[in-house]
């Protein structure tokens, strides 16, 4: 069965950068996307980007070009995603999920990692 | 960016109702659809991908239909364990989730 482990929650400073990571088991990791998917406290799902690792270049959403950057690392089946020059708005739950393609559709998911940006 | 609009927003309804959620799209995605149940605290749940196919260990009481910019999820007898929300998701070009409906109980 696939699995999709993330690493923990994260405390930052406005400013500064977080990553995180997405390691796969279970299935066969390069020729699969994986892409991030965030959710703030009480609101909907926002696609951000995503990557095949046997391809290796990432795809991202318009409005997280330059701030994001996705990638992947063949030899321990694991994903990161990391987000620069955080802000309060950054605040929210952050999944990895597998699809065929980057844009989905998402069948497995990993449980989420709560970043929060707080001064 | 296609933008995808759920209604409604939040639906009450009774175990045993039959519910259909609408999703539109700003544009044609032809048949690039998808549905996601979540729950609170928990990671969505695939249920419907490509407008119409049951994703694998869905039950069947849940399906969609629609096709261009017109979607629905239909959950033909609503059983306790599907009290959550519900997303639709265009994967025609990128990706956009609509805003989500929560079924909750009457």
């Known amino acids: 069965q696939v699995q999709l482990v993330q690493s923990g929650a994260e405390v930052k400073k406005p400013g500064s950068s977080v990553r995180v990571s997405c390691k796969a088991s279970g299935g066969t990791f390069s020729s699969y996307a994986i892409s991030w998917v965030r959710q703030a406290p009480g609101q909907g799902l926002e696609w951000m980007g995503g990557?095949?690792?046997?391809?290796?270049?990432?795809n991202y959403a318009q409005k997280f070009q330059g701030r994001v950057t996705i990638t992947a690392d063949k030899s321990t089946s694991t994903a990161y995603m990391e987000v620069s020059s955080l802000r309060s708005e950054d605040t929210a739950v952050y999944y990895c999920?597998?699809?065929?393609?980057?844009?989905?559709?998402?069948?497995?998911w990993g449980q989420g990692a709560l970043v929060t940006v707080s001064s | 960016d296609i933008q995808m609009t759920q209604s409604p927003s939040t639906l009450s309804a009774s175990v045993g109702d039959r519910v259909t959620i609408t999703c539109r799209a700003s544009q044609s995605i032809n048949s690039w659809l998808a549905w996601y149940q979540q729950k609170p605290g928990k990671a969505p749940n695939l249920l419907i991908y490509?407008?119409?196919s049951l994703e694998s260990g869905v039950p069947s009481r849940f399906s969609g239909s629609g096709s261009g910019t017109e979607f629905t999820l239909t959950i033909s007898s609503l059983q306790p364990d599907d009290f959550a929300t519900y997303y639709c998701q265009q994967y025609n070009s990128y990706c956009n989730f609509g805003q989500g409906t929560k079924v909750q109980i009457k």
């Open positions: 999920a597998r699809g065929k393609i980057t844009q989905g559709p998402f069948d497995f």
């Open positions: 990557i095949i690792p046997i391809f290796g270049t990432p």
């Open positions: 490509k407008a119409s």
